[in-house]
C-alpha cells in the first residue's frame, strides 16, 4: 500500500465513524452551530423531556394554579373491579371520568387554573406526574385514583393520602442530591450553595409544602363532610412516589373501592361523580382563598 492510500485510509476511517454514527441516529447534527456536531444519545423514556400539558382557566398567570393527576393509564388499567355481568371496570376509566368533572367543575366558577397530567387512556410515569406539576409552576397537586380489596367486596369509601414524614424527608435528601447544583424552591434560590446548606434549604422547602399538604387533606375531608363517602379512617400516609415534589404541595385521593358495588356504582355515574367534584373543588378553593389572604 503507498504512503498516500495509507493517509487517505487513517483520514477516511474517523469519517465513516462518524458518518455511520450519523446514520445510526447516535450523533445528530446541530444546523445552526456550523461545522460542530452534538452527541445525542438515545435517552429512555425518563429522561426525555417532559410535554408540558396546556393551562385551561383565566389567562391571568398570577391565578393560582392546580395540577389535577388521573392515575393510571395506558397499559396500566390501575385496579380492576367487576360490574354488573362480571364486566370489567378498571380505575384509569374511572379516575379520568372523575379528574374530568372536576377539571369541569374548578372552570365552571373561574379563577382557577387547571392541567390535568392526562385527559386521555395514555401512559404517564410516576416521575413524570409530580414533575409536570413542578415545571408548570403549579400552586397544588391532586392525585387522583380508586382502590381495590381484593376479595373484599365489603370495603368502602373514599382516602385521603399524604406523603409520610419519613418518606417525605428521604424524598427531600434525595432531591437535595440530584437537584444540588442549580435549582429554586418556594423561592430560594439553592443555586452555588454548598451540599448541607442545598439539603437544609430543600429540607425546608419539603417541611413548608408537607404542612399546606396536609391542610388540603384536612379540607377535602372537610368539605367532603356529608357529600362524599370516607372510610372509617380516611386520612393516611404513604412513600408515595406522586408525592414526592419537595416544592408543590400535593394529596392523593382514593376516591372509593372499585371492589365495592356502592363505591363503583357512585363513580360510574355522572351524578355521583358530580358530587366528588364538588367537594374536592371547594377544598382547592377554600386552600386557594386562605393563600390570598393578606
Ligand atoms: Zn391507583
Given at each position: 500500500?503507498?504512503?498516500?492510500?495509507?493517509?487517505?485510509?487513517?483520514?477516511?476511517?474517523?469519517?465513516?465513524?462518524?458518518?455511520?454514527?450519523?446514520?445510526?441516529?447516535?450523533?445528530?447534527?446541530?444546523?445552526?452551530?456550523?461545522?460542530?456536531?452534538?452527541?445525542?444519545?438515545?435517552?429512555?423514556?425518563?429522561?426525555?423531556?417532559?410535554?408540558?400539558?396546556?393551562?385551561?382557566?383565566?389567562?391571568?398567570?398570577?391565578?393560582?394554579?392546580?395540577?389535577?393527576?388521573?392515575?393510571?393509564?395506558?397499559?396500566?388499567?390501575?385496579?380492576?373491579?367487576?360490574?354488573?355481568?362480571?364486566?370489567?371496570?378498571?380505575?384509569?376509566?374511572?379516575?379520568?371520568?372523575?379528574?374530568?368533572?372536576?377539571?369541569?367543575?374548578?372552570?365552571?366558577?373561574?379563577?382557577?387554573?387547571?392541567?390535568?397530567?392526562?385527559?386521555?387512556?395514555?401512559?404517564?410515569?410516576?416521575?413524570?406526574?409530580?414533575?409536570?406539576?413542578?415545571?408548570?409552576?403549579?400552586?397544588?397537586?391532586?392525585?387522583?385514583?380508586?382502590?381495590?380489596?381484593?376479595?373484599?367486596?365489603?370495603?368502602?369509601?373514599?382516602?385521603?393520602?399524604?406523603?409520610?414524614?419519613?418518606?417525605?424527608?428521604?424524598?427531600a435528601?434525595?432531591?437535595?442530591?440530584?437537584?444540588?447544583?442549580?435549582?429554586?424552591?418556594?423561592?430560594?434560590?439553592?443555586?452555588?450553595?454548598?451540599?448541607?446548606?442545598?439539603?437544609?434549604?430543600?429540607?425546608?422547602s419539603q417541611q413548608?409544602t408537607?404542612?399546606?399538604?396536609?391542610?388540603?387533606?384536612?379540607?377535602?375531608?372537610?368539605?367532603?363532610?356529608?357529600?362524599?363517602?370516607?372510610?372509617?379512617?380516611?386520612?393516611?400516609?404513604?412513600?408515595?412516589?406522586?408525592?414526592?415534589?419537595p416544592?408543590?404541595?400535593?394529596?392523593?385521593?382514593?376516591?372509593?373501592?372499585?371492589?365495592?358495588?356502592?363505591?363503583?356504582?357512585?363513580?360510574?355515574?355522572?351524578?355521583?361523580?358530580?358530587?366528588?367534584?364538588?367537594?374536592?373543588?371547594?377544598?382547592?378553593?377554600?386552600?386557594?382563598?386562605?393563600?390570598?389572604?393578606?
Amino acid at each position: 500500500m503507498s504512503v498516500r492510500a495509507l493517509l487517505l485510509l487513517i483520514l477516511a476511517v474517523p469519517a465513516l465513524i462518524v458518518g455511520g454514527a450519523m446514520a445510526a441516529g447516535v450523533i445528530i447534527p446541530v444546523p445552526h452551530w456550523g461545522r460542530d456536531y452534538v452527541l445525542s444519545f438515545l435517552l429512555d423514556p425518563e429522561g426525555e423531556p417532559l410535554e408540558l400539558p396546556a393551562i385551561a382557566g383565566p389567562e391571568d398567570p398570577a391565578r393560582p394554579l392546580v395540577v389535577l393527576d388521573a392515575g393510571h393509564g395506558g397499559r396500566d388499567p390501575g385496579s380492576i373491579g367487576r360490574g354488573a355481568g362480571g364486566r370489567e371496570v378498571l380505575e384509569k376509566d374511572i379516575v379520568l371520568a372523575l379528574t374530568l368533572a372536576l377539571r369541569d367543575e374548578l372552570l365552571k366558577e373561574g379563577g382557577i387554573r387547571v392541567a390535568l397530567t392526562r385527559d386521555t387512556d395514555r401512559i404517564v410515569t410516576l416521575s413524570q406526574r409530580p414533575e409536570i406539576a413542578r415545571q408548570l409552576g403549579a400552586d397544588l397537586f391532586l392525585s387522583i385514583h380508586a382502590d381495590s380489596a381484593g376479595e373484599r367486596r365489603d370495603v368502602e369509601g373514599a382516602s385521603i393520602y399524604t406523603l409520610s414524614n419519613e418518606a417525605s424527608s428521604e424524598a427531600a435528601a434525595r432531591f437535595a442530591e440530584r437537584e444540588n447544583a442549580a435549582d429554586a424552591l418556594n423561592g430560594i434560590t439553592i443555586e452555588g450553595q454548598s451540599a448541607e446548606v442545598s439539603a437544609i434549604l430543600v429540607e425546608l422547602s419539603q417541611q413548608r409544602t408537607q404542612e399546606d399538604a396536609t391542610e388540603f387533606a384536612a379540607l377535602i375531608a372537610r368539605e367532603g363532610d356529608g357529600r362524599v363517602r370516607f372510610h372509617p379512617q380516611p386520612r393516611r400516609s404513604a412513600a408515595l412516589a406522586v408525592l414526592r415534589a419537595p416544592d408543590v404541595p400535593g394529596v392523593l385521593f382514593e376516591s372509593g373501592f372499585v371492589t365495592n358495588d356502592a363505591d363503583r356504582a357512585r363513580l360510574m355515574t355522572e351524578q355521583g361523580r358530580q358530587e366528588y367534584a364538588q367537594a374536592l373543588a371547594r377544598a382547592i378553593r377554600v386552600y386557594f382563598a386562605r393563600r390570598a389572604l393578606p
